[in-house]
T-cell receptor, first 115, second 113 residues
């Protein structure tokens, strides 16, 4: 079955540590996205990528970094510069970039907590 | 900034009743989408309505769009316990950049058995 796989499901970070969240899709989608969700809140866009080797900052990119070396993969690194990283992180993909307004397919998320 | 705002924030109804939730937005849109999120899971796309459409149906779901009032509603008929989830509206801003969807904070729906 095609879909988006996020790993790990739960992740713990120590102060001053960088951690990387994995996102892999086998839907052959061009566009991929990272969102952050805080309790009782909607989703806020961190980064998005429309094509391999290209990505753009979203609304809350500070303290995060991404890469898009392969079409299937869009890992997110939460750096030590992100002072409040505890949140639920969701990866999504769509057939075409967001300006066309295609529905997005989501992974099941990674819950990041600070030790 | 948040484009869509859902109302109510939380809704509890009996199984078999209809559930209605609303979404208001601020700027002109290309389309509006509704998503469902079960606790601790990712979002699932339910339905998309374009700016030139007024109503759309999918199974037990009915979505309306009123662009003059910048609002949309999602109706779930004959609710079931499995419909318990959070529901989000998401908009694609007309003329906006290719930066994905803008989500509201969601309506948390509880179906009492």
């Amino acid at each position: 079955d095609g879909g988006i796989t996020q790993s790990p499901k739960y992740l713990f970070r120590k102060e001053g540590q960088n951690v990387t969240l994995s996102c892999e899709q086998n839907l052959n989608h061009d566009a991929m996205y990272w969102y952050r969700q805080d309790p009782g809140q909607g989703l806020r866009l961190i980064y998005y990528s429309q094509i391999v080797n290209d990505f753009q900052k979203g609304d809350i990119a500070e303290g995060y970094s991404v890469s898009r070396e392969k079409k299937e993969s869009f890992p997110l690194t939460v750096t030590s510069a992100q002072k409040n990283p505890t949140a639920f992180y969701l990866c999504a993909s769509s057939i075409e970039p967001g300006q066309v307004g295609q529905p997005q397919h989501f992974g099941d998320g990674t819950r990041l907590s600070i030790l | 900034s948040q484009q869509g705002e859902e109302d109510p924030q939380a809704l509890s109804i009996q199984e078999g009743e209809n559930a209605t939730m609303n979404c208001s937005y601020k700027t002109s849109i290309n389309n509006l989408q509704w998503y469902r999120q079960n606790s601790g899971r990712g979002l699932v796309h339910l339905i998309l309505i374009r700016s030139n459409e007024r109503e759309k149906h999918s199974g037990r779901l009915r979505v309306t769009l009123d662009t003059s009032k910048k609002s949309s509603s999602l109706l779930i008929t004959a609710s079931r316990a499995a419909d318990t989830a959070s529901y989000f509206c998401a908009t694609v801003v007309r003329g906006g950049g290719a930066d994905g969807l803008t989500f509201g904070k969601g309506t948390h729906l509880i179906i009492q058995p």
